[in-house]
């Protein structure tokens, strides 16, 4: 369950930040921790929106560019298969 950091580095980052923060480096390793986490979170979620997106894109595209189209509520249900 411990953690042993052998890196001087990453040693001196941590502390700098706990000191900065008055915080206790097993506090502030959590909190950088759990922020990174919600980070990448928000990250994989982002990027399953934009695949959404480009479903939609490309199923917009597949539509032929007729002028003789009307884009009405119709249209617009014909997309989502109503």
């Given amino acids: 369950m411990a953690f042993h950091v052998r890196d001087p580095e990453t040693d001196r980052v941590v502390r700098a930040l706990a000191a900065a923060k008055g915080t206790s480096l097993t506090d502030t390793i959590r909190d950088a921790c759990e922020k990174a986490l919600a980070e990448a979170s928000r990250a994989a979620e982002r990027e399953r929106r934009l695949a959404a997106i480009r479903v939609i ?13 009307v884009i009405d509520k119709a249209f617009w249900d014909s997309l989502n298969d109503e």
Avoid at 57 to 69: I, T
């Fill in 57 to 69: 894109q490309e199923r917009l595209a597949a539509h032929p560019d007729d002028p003789n189209v």
